[in-house]
């Protein structure tokens, strides 16, 4: 199976860098980026195509070492904004229109299968008395913390374009950490 995401993920990732750093700042930084992350990003970034996950994640590693100075979490930021993005475009009237209990179940899984071409996305549970839905993502065949934090970051955003307030996404079970699968706890009040 070719790991593949699309083009959409790269663009939000370099729209929340220039928001952000502001244009000479993201200038700047870039240049500290390794030669290929460098050049990918200088270059005509196609919002429906497909590239390889790993420019994905040697992106995201140039950015938590370069930017974010180690710190991973930071890497949900991203997540949230991505979504936040792809709420605001073409996934606006999906998003809003739908029932929850649709949203929770389906629009979850159409969103990752949208950017990833790997691995599967499911929501096993759903219970909105007790404010808690577990997400388990399988069949990733590799192991990136990098990856995992900034999916945490999307589910924010995804609880959060519903009005969720309180927020909270904990990763309970890891690939990167020898699991086999990620499992992903949001909570709110």
Known sequence: ????????????????????????????????????????????????????????????????EKIFKGDKKRLRDIGKYSIRRAANGSFREVYMKTDLKTYVYNLGSFTFNYFYKFGKFKVMKFDSEKKEIIVHIFNIP??????????????????????FKNIKVNITKRVSKGDKLCEYVITWK
Do not use: H
């Not at 500290?32 to 390889?52: R, V």
């Not at 590799?142 to 009005?163: H, K, P």
């Open 142 to 163: 590799f192991t990136d913390e990098l990856f995992e934090e900034r999916i945490a970051g999307a589910l924010y955003a995804a609880a959060e374009i519903r009005n």
């Open 1 to 64: 199976m070719e790991l593949k995401v699309r083009g959409g993920a790269f663009l939000a990732t370099k729209q929340f860098l220039l928001e952000k750093l502001g244009e000479k700042e993201y200038g700047e930084k870039i240049k500290e980026f390794s030669p290929e992350i460098k050049s990918f990003l200088k270059s005509n970034i196609i919002e429906n195509l497909f590239y390889p996950y790993e420019l994905f994640a040697k992106l995201n590693k140039d950015i938590v």
